[in-house]
């Protein structure tokens, strides 16, 4: 194994300035004053809830109702209420920021605190594990993925479609952050003898993952199925990696599947508006005749005028506006696109272009704005989203470059690029069709944030390391 002491003095000067130049990128929009950030659409309640932490404003709010015009930059502990904590791995990011706020009150601080602490934690815990990863390549001498791994700092997570979430508190950073541990490691040790601390840190990841948003419950088992097939070709053996992923994909799908049987005025809620975005942003929009589909449904064939619209458009909560909707289940929706097929089909072809734009519509990015957003913002969100053709191209190239990496090297004689290839490819298709099915068009640009980072990632990662066969640091 090779030592972090041999490796040539240019490789160390490119991680560091990789690593400068996107914490510097990331500075920049996390200090900004006022605060630039997504606004809380309600989502970020579910967990700040959980400790009693919610904006800074006037009394007469309800310290949980939501904000989609404006972020916040300042909080404040306010108790009492309902209790609607919501079980996520983003709870690490917010108890530790809650943390901090109680301890500076406890040593005399003020009440109110900002919000860019939490920021700063998410980034710091990014930047760490990103340095970790780069050193883990080095001391196996291989000096190409450690810059490649580096390389996603400013190319990748120090993009504002990333940081405009480092000052809240959505679950999207906390998915970001744990799919790329989850991806690097694997990588990582592809090779590499088990031992007791690989395998628990490889089994959590996949367990952080599974439980940071609802979106992701499934996407761990995915992964660790894919190294399963793959190591068992190469290796004719069934991998510890695979074992690992696949006891933390266990334990995920398993408390996110406990917190959907949760009861409670907050899951109803979620369920119900899941379920109506299924109906009127999924189904009906592709239906030749959207009454008849709603009478085959048994849901009242005058809720037609609400096809194609958010459940949050709604006038009340959605099975009190539409007669029978709550007899509408995942079982009724699997059987209904098998028996609709053009219907299927039809979803199926509008999918990719729902996560269009990444930058995530509808919600204010400016502090004290009215749905304002950031003029000018250098995101590359902003180049995908004027050409679409660019996003859709993005999207297919590691569909198509895994049928070529399937061919050569083949999966017998295996390649770490096949095993990266074929994760990207397994997270981007998973994450996809369980945001349709199980959220509808509603919000898919969002909830399918990794998806497109899924492939920048798999993008930038191979563009940079094919890059480096030709460097020879002295």
Known sequence: MASERTTPRTVWLLLMALWAIGSLRAFLLWSHDPLHAYANSYDQTRYTSCFDVH??????????????????????????????????SELAFTGAGAAIWALAESFGGGPVHDVRWVGALRWLALLALSIALSRAWLRRGDARAALANAALLPMLFA????????NTFYAEWTALLAGYATFALALLWRDEARSASRFALLALAALLLATSKIQHLVLPLGLAATVFVLDRVRLGATSWRALALGAGAFA?????????HREGAMMD?????????????????????PRALLEELHVDPDCAIYSGRHAWEFPDLPERVCRGLVNFDRGLELRTLAAHPRIAL????????????????????IEGGEFATIAALPSLGRLLHAWPWLQLALLAAPLLALLVLLVHPGPRRGARALDFTALVAVTMLGTLTVTILGDGLADTAKQGHLVVNAGLAWLFAMLVSGAMRRFRPD
């Open 55 to 88: 904006p800074d404003r006037p009394a007469s709010i309800p310290p949980q109702q939501n904000s989609p015009q404006a972020p916040y930059a300042r909080y404040r502990f306010i108790a009492g209420g309902e209790p609607m904590c919501y079980w996520s």
């Open 159 to 166: 993009d504002p479609g990333n940081t405009l979430y480092l």
């Open 252 to 260: 995920g799908c398993w408390l996110q599947v406990a917190q959907l």
């Open 269 to 289: 809620a979620i369920d119900q508006y899941n379920r109506a975005d299924v109906v009127f942003t999924a189904l009906l929009p592709f239906a030749d005749d």
């Open 346 to 365: 039809r979803l199926a072809g509008h999918a990719p272009l729902a996560l269009d734009p990444w930058i995530a519509k509808n919600l204010g990015q």
